[in-house]
Antibody, heavy 125, light 108 residues
Framework: QLQLQESGPGLVKPSETLSLTCTVSGGSISSSSYYWGWIRQPPGKGLEWIGSIYYSGSTYYNPSLKSRVTISVDTSKNQFSLKLSSVTAADTAVYYC?????????????????WGQGTLVTVSS | QSALTQPASVSGSPGQSITISCTGTSSDVGSYNLVSWYQQHPGKAPKLMIYEGSKRPSGVSNRFSGSKSGNTASLTISGLQAEDEADYYCCSYAGSVVFGGGTKLTVL
């Protein structure tokens, strides 16, 4: 059974870089059938897709966050990571990682399954 | 891209059916049969309930069904149960991925 687990600091200072890692267990991140994505949810608000990555390193990002986001993959560790730079209080959210099927010729499917449990990151000095 | 439009809340009594709408544009919902629906209970991660408009993942009750008409996708839950009370989000491809604002379902 595939499982995803987010990890990283729960508190980040304004203007610094948020860094999170998602560890995949029960399956290989190098599968040609999937992308691996990050989604976030500010407290009390809705979901926002951040971006997705293929095992080869190919990425798709949300245009509204693209200038601040970097997603990378480490196939040797079965992990993928998120870096979000120049954070502000508006980046305070629960961050989820999830699997994304690679079913489209271009772009990323809006299908995410399964999801990690999520990790709360607070931006505050 | 803009978020998809969902009603803020819907409600129904046990045993009834409800429908949650998800309105987009001809550039997202209307152009692709790729809408997904997610159920989220408080403090929990979202769970995929419908994908590619009307397909159910293994293990999801057949009380949940999805459809589309024009630029609007819909999630219908029949035979409402107390455990269905949750937030529901639609999600579509729109050049990238866009979510709806979410709908709170209350089972009366």
């Amino acid at each position: 059974q595939l499982q995803l687990q987010e990890s990283g600091p729960g508190l980040v200072k304004p203007s610094e870089t948020l860094s999170l890692t998602c560890t995949v267990s029960g399956g290989s991140i190098s599968s040609s059938s999937y992308y691996w994505g990050w989604i976030r949810q500010p407290p009390g608000k809705g979901l926002e897709w951040i971006g997705s990555i293929y095992y080869s390193g190919s990425t798709y990002y949300n245009p509204s966050l693209k200038s601040r986001v970097t997603i990378s993959v480490d196939t040797s560790k079965n992990q993928f990571s998120l870096k979000l730079s120049s954070v502000t209080a508006a980046d305070t959210a629960v961050y989820y990682c999830a699997r994304n099927p690679a079913t489209m010729v271009r772009g990323v499917s809006p299908r995410f399954d399964p999801w990690g449990q999520g990790t709360l990151v607070t931006v505050s000095s | 891209q803009s978020a998809l439009t969902q009603p803020a809340s819907v409600s129904g009594s046990p045993g009834q059916s409800i429908t949650i709408s998800c309105t987009g544009t001809s550039s997202d919902v209307g152009s692709y049969n790729l809408v997904s629906w997610y159920q989220q209970h408080p403090g929990k991660a979202p769970k995929l309930m419908i994908y590619e408009g009307s397909k159910r993942p293994s293990g999801v009750s057949n009380r949940f069904s999805g459809s589309k008409s024009g630029n609007t996708a819909s999630l219908t839950i029949s035979g409402l149960q107390a455990e269905d009370e949750a937030d529901y989000y639609c999600c579509s491809y729109a050049g990238s991925v866009v979510f709806g604002g979410g709908t709170k379902l209350t089972v009366l």
